[in-house]
Nanobody, 116 residues
Framework: QVQLVESGGGLVQPGGSLRLSCAAS????????MGWYRQAPGKQRELVAA????????NYADSVKGRFTISRDNAKNTVYLQMNSLKPEDTAVYYC?????????WGKGTLVTVSS
């Protein structure tokens, strides 16, 4: 069992940046895909970005392309989400996820609020 703990959320002004981190209690090297999801109030959880084991393949929601970057450091068992040019519509709870080969792990989330 792998536990995922997110950090780095907070209040930021529009146009600002934040970097989220997802620290795993065990090796993430065995987890094929690591991703970030978000859920805004009254909305369904949606995929923001995902990255494969070796980092060779990434996938982004259209709404964040060109602004967000996902990366992973298998040696540190950590996944990152660099968020730039933040918009009020990016406000949500951001969740870390790891899935594949029958595994599906979720963190408890970190709140990102974009507001002036």
């Amino acid at each position: 069992q792998v536990q995922l703990v997110e950090s780095g959320g907070g209040l930021v002004q529009p146009g600002g940046s934040l970097r989220l981190s997802c620290a795993a209690s065990g090796s993430i090297f065995i987890i094929p895909v690591m991703g970030w999801y978000r859920q805004a109030p009254g909305k369904q959880r949606e995929l923001v970005a995902a990255i494969t084991t070796g980092g060779g393949s990434t996938n982004y929601a259209d709404s964040v392309k060109g602004r967000f970057t996902i990366s992973r450091d298998n040696a540190k068992n950590t996944v990152y989400l660099q968020m730039n040019s933040l918009k009020p519509e990016d406000t949500a709870v951001y969740y870390c996820n790891g899935e594949g080969y029958g595994m599906n792990y979720w963190g408890k989330g970190t709140l990102v609020t974009v507001s002036s």
